[in-house]
């Protein structure tokens, strides 16, 4: 039972102004801290006796507390991470309540539209259309939702950095995952939301992780310990579809599209196609058994790093380094089925170009005899 203003001045509902005062000094005298007493029990029933002078009947809630207060200027560490939690608690309250809503309008096959949150929390707008799709505009900020359909996004994805708890979680069932036209509106998914996609595509914009620093939690002087939020995107029956993959970032698809590859990203897919000219030193690209790596821009393998490491399913490693001057035709002639369209002088420096699993399979292995003979 939540405990009244009335409660905590030891007085009964409708007392009149006198005893609230009377209640209130006779209290204020054994808590104050000049007294001896605890001063958070005396700062409890100062509010109290504010509050009933202005006919309150109930404190504020912690929520209310947070509207009510501008919650990043001004406090410490310690007051932004409360506060914030508080944020992140009842945020995943509204998406609980979101996804218990659009499921009904899914079961009775009906259209509707509803604003969740608030203006201090965030509001999010959510909209089930005729075609089963559910519309989102906003940005979503914390908790789950699992949909069973298609999600059109309006709007940023983001992650509370301050405790897993509440992290952004949302779960597609079927049906494809979008951003209306991600590249013009320059939406982002980061600091390690989740996306998982069952039956279905992602059509996204840049994804961004978050990776940084603490203070040793021993108090070491000197001594820092690195924490991650790993952005993680899951669609293992179709495509992902990204601009600028950045910075502590997971995605795995059969078919993932992407422009650039910087800052520990880990990719798994059987048909990996970069557009850009940017792969860093700590990517890593897991093959699928018979996939294929394709990099379309001219000249973009002169700009990925030599220790980016491809991985096959068999646990092989290959660093870039040593497929990079390889003489393509040598492996393509017997371990590429089109291998007229390689030439014999062929490397990967300066040009588009696909790498077969195959090709990387067997890339340590020995020409036969008869390709020898070829003069390859």
């Known amino acids: 039972m939540v405990e009244s203003n009335y409660d905590i001045l030891g007085i009964v509902e409708g007392s009149t102004e006198k005893e609230i005062r009377d209640g209130f000094r006779r209290l204020a005298l054994q808590f104050h801290s000049d007294k001896g007493g605890d001063n958070e029990q005396f700062i409890k029933i100062k509010q109290a006796y504010e509050d009933l002078k202005i006919g309150k009947k109930y404190p ?65 707008e959510l909209e089930r259309k005729a075609n089963g799709a559910l519309s989102i505009k906003g940005n979503f900020m914390a908790g789950d939702l699992t949909y069973d359909g298609p999600i059109i996004m309006q709007g940023n994805i983001t992650s509370p950095s301050w405790t ?67 952005t993680q995107i899951s669609a293992p029956r179709g495509k992902i579809i990204a601009e600028n993959v950045v910075n502590t970032v997971y995605l795995e698809a059969d078919t993932i599209i992407a422009l650039n590859l910087e800052d520990d990203v880990h990719l798994k897919g059987r048909e990996i196609l970069l557009y850009g ?25 002169q700009g990925i790093s030599n220790d980016v490491k491809i991985r096959l399913e068999d646990g092989k490693e290959i660093r870039l380094f040593d497929i990079k001057t390889k003489k393509i035709k040598d492996l393509a002639d017997e371990f590429v089925p089109n291998k007229n369209n390689y030439n014999k002088d062929d490397t990967m420096v300066g040009k588009g170009f696909t790498v077969t699993y195959q090709m990387l399979e067997n890339l340590d292995k020995k020409p036969s005899k008869s390709r020898w003979k070829l003069g390859f």
Request: aromatic share 8%.
């Open 60 to 124: 504020d809630t912690d929520v209310e507390k947070l509207r009510n207060s501008r919650v990043f200027t001004g406090d410490s560490e310690e007051d932004i991470r409360r506060k914030n939690r508080i944020l992140g608690q009842e945020l995943s309250k509204e998406m609980k309540t979101a996804q218990e809503w659009a499921a009904a309008l899914n079961r009775s096959n009906s259209t509707a539209s509803r604003l969740f949150g608030s203006k201090t929390l965030g509001e999010i």
């Open 164 to 230: 897993e708890e509440f992290r952004t979680n949302i779960h597609l069932t079927k049906g494809d995952f979008k951003f209306v036209d991600p590249i013009e509106n320059k939406y982002r998914i980061e600091n390690g939301a989740r996306i998982q996609i069952d039956n279905g595509n992602a059509v996204v914009g840049n994804i961004f992780g978050r990776k940084y620093k603490v203070q040793d939690p021993s108090g070491r002087v000197g001594v820092y310990q690195t924490l991650e939020h790993r």
């Open 277 to 301: 000219s940017k792969v860093t030193y700590d990517v890593i690209i897991e093959l699928k058994k018979n996939g294929i790596l394709r990099f379309f821009e001219s000249f973009s393998v």
